[in-house]
């Protein structure tokens, strides 16, 4: 591991471009349960039963306390090594984007800045009726909150499965993958699309595609290093000793 380390270190210093995605495995060592892991749980349902417009629209209520839940969960937790180790790599390559699939908004509280959260934010509501969309930290926002506004029911800001991502966003993540040097694939399952495939299509451009992960993924044959373990061990040691 240490020579592969060295080795991908030697490749980001040299990357005037890279780009980074990062998945809930990122935020796993600060308390957040992952999606598929055992951590994927909420009272007996899966996360990606209840990430879902049929959820909301079947029972609302439901969806809203399984999202107030994480809402109550996540803050109660901080960033970790892995989120801090990607400010400081921001600040040490020329030209960088983060690319999250993660709605807990733990990239921004570490002070990433170039970020792009494919997935939405869980602090940020939207109101069914009026579109009208608002950042609210409270973490127990009730099981039937109401737009200020115009009384419309609001959810949860986030793309949920069987959505499609904001387009702008998307083409975003593309162009930063595709003309990357260096892509970092950090703690995701890539088994979600089209998140899954941004490093496939750096790869297919001729980037330097690193995968760090706890287990083997759909997409490890195909990058330049895959780094099993874990997040917070790992991509410190990327970034320590480059001054
Ligand atoms: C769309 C927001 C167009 C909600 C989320 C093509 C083929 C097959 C299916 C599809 C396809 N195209 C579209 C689909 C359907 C679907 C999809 O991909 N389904 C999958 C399940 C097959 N995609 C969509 O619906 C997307 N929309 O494509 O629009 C469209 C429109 C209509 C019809 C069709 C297409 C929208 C996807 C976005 C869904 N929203 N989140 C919320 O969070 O509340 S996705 C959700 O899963 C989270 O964002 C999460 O981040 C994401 C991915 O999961 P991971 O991050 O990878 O997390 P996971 O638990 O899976 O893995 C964690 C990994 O970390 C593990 O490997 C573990 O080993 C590792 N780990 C754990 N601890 C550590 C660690 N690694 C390092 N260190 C550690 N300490
Ligand atoms: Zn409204």
Not at 40 to 55: E, K, S, V
Request: glycine fraction near 8%; hydrophobic fraction near 40%.
């Amino acid at each position: 591991m240490e020579k592969e380390i060295n080795a991908l270190r030697e490749k980001l210093r040299k990357a005037d471009r890279v780009a980074v995605l990062t998945g809930a495995g990122i935020s796993a060592e600060s308390g957040v349960p992952t999606f598929r892991g055992s951590g994927g749980l909420w009272r007996n349902y899966q996360a990606t039963d209840l990430a879902t417009p049929q959820a909301f629209a079947k029972d609302p209520e439901l969806v809203w306390e399984f999202y107030n839940w994480r809402r109550d969960l996540i803050s109660k937790v901080t960033y970790n090594p892995a989120h801090r180790a990607l400010v400081d790599l921001e600040s040490l390559v020329p030209n960088f984007t983060l690319i999250t699939q993660n709605v807990d908004g733990l990239h921004l509280l570490a002070g990433s800045q170039n970020l792009l959260e494919i997935h939405g934010n869980l602090w940020k509501v939207r109101c069914t009726r009026c579109r009208e969309i608002t950042l609210d930290r409270s973490p127990d926002l009730g099981t039937s909150p109401k737009c200020k506004t115009c009384g419309g029911l609001l959810r949860p800001h986030v793309i949920w499965f069987g959505e499609s991502l904001d387009q702008d966003i998307l083409h975003r993540s593309i162009e930063a993958s595709t003309n990357s040097r260096v892509m970092l694939v950090i703690g995701t399952s890539s088994v979600v699309q089209p998140a899954a495939s941004l490093a496939l299509e750096a790869k297919s451009r001729g980037a330097v595609v690193a995968e760090i992960n706890l287990e083997r993924t759909p997409n490890s044959s195909s990058m330049d290093f895959s780094l099993i373990g874990k997040a917070g061990e790992i991509v410190p040691r990327l970034v320590e000793g480059w001054k």
